[in-house]
């Protein structure tokens, strides 16, 4: 599938935005341009497609399972702290005609989906510091997404590593490895109890996957970010650099549009950084 294509249908989902988002949740939506361009790296890279499995980790609208699905997914599995948010996925995937049964087309076509009401534990970390205010987005070059989170100025010393921890002590109930690859759009961790929360969604989307990892960061967080992933013994690669324009959502956005550097990483979980 071509990338305009791909575009293309996802501009076609009819809930990608939030309805009422939770700030406190720091929730923004993932524009099409941005999904897109996301979907299509990890099918070049073979993460996702047919005879994939794709777990969507604070899934919110559902826009990158909906991609991981039109490109021929097996299985996607939806995973997100907010019933309201769930609900509003399961509902672009129904209308998208995800999940559904066609007798009329072969069972290989069939894209097996699950939601799964869980969230992410996370203890505020107390050496990062949240004076780095900024926006955050969610698009490539002038695409337009997820806006208005600030990034966190972590210290030098990585977290523990995802082999130290398990389905009890993240709050995500699947069994380790359970799929090929995770997708996830986590908070930066600006509000109140949020320090360093990119990270823990980083290290729980570690342990679920068996092949990769696309997560997204702020730019300025890179050099920590990849210190702490290859402390785990991964490899981790910058796949893209993209300037975002955040449009003002919150009544607390002082701008109608701000710019902000994001990476969008891709953790190789494969042995001796195989990309077979």
């Known amino acids: 599938m071509k990338l305009k294509h791909l575009k293309s249908a996802l501009s076609s989902v009819p809930t990608p935005q939030f309805i009422d988002p939770n700030i406190t949740l720091e929730q923004y939506a993932t524009s099409p341009e941005l999904t897109s361009y ?10 996702i497609g047919y005879g994939r499995s794709v777990l969507d980790l604070g899934c919110g609208t559902g826009m990158l399972s909906i ?5 021929g997914s097996s299985q996607v599995i939806l995973v997100d702290c907010d019933e309201t948010a769930l609900a509003i996925a399961q509902e672009n995937m129904e209308a998208m005609g995800i999940g559904e049964v066609n007798e009329d087309e072969d069972d290989e076509d069939f894209c097996a989906v699950e939601y799964l009401l869980a969230k992410v534990n996370h203890v505020p970390r107390k050496d990062v510091s949240n004076s780095n205010k900024g926006g955050r ?3 490539r070059g002038r695409g337009k997404g997820r806006g208005g989170r600030g990034a ?9 590593p995802p082999q130290n921890i398990g389905p009890l002590d993240d709050g995500i109930p699947l069994a380790s490895k359970c799929v090929d690859t995770v997708m996830t759009n986590p908070p930066f961790g600006t509000k109140p109890g949020n320090s360093g929360i990119d990270i823990s969604f980083l290290r729980t989307a570690v342990r679920l996957a068996k092949r990769s990892v696309y997560s997204f960061h702020k730019s300025s967080t890179r ?6 992933v290859e402390s785990w013994g991964y490899e981790v690669d910058v796949v893209a650099e993209m300037k975002f324009d955040i449009p003002k959502l919150y009544k607390f956005h002082s701008k109608d549009n701000v710019d902000v550097d994001v990476d969008l990483i891709r953790v190789n979980l494969l042995p001796n950084g195989d990309s077979a």
Request: proline share 9%.
């Open 137 to 139: 987005g969610r698009g």
């Open 152 to 160: 966190p100025t972590p210290s030098s010393a990585p977290i523990e």
């Open 38 to 47: 996301i979907i299509y790296s990890a099918l070049q890279n073979e993460d």
């Open 67 to 71: 991609g991981s699905a039109i490109v």
């Open 223 to 228: 050099q920590y970010l990849i210190k702490t």
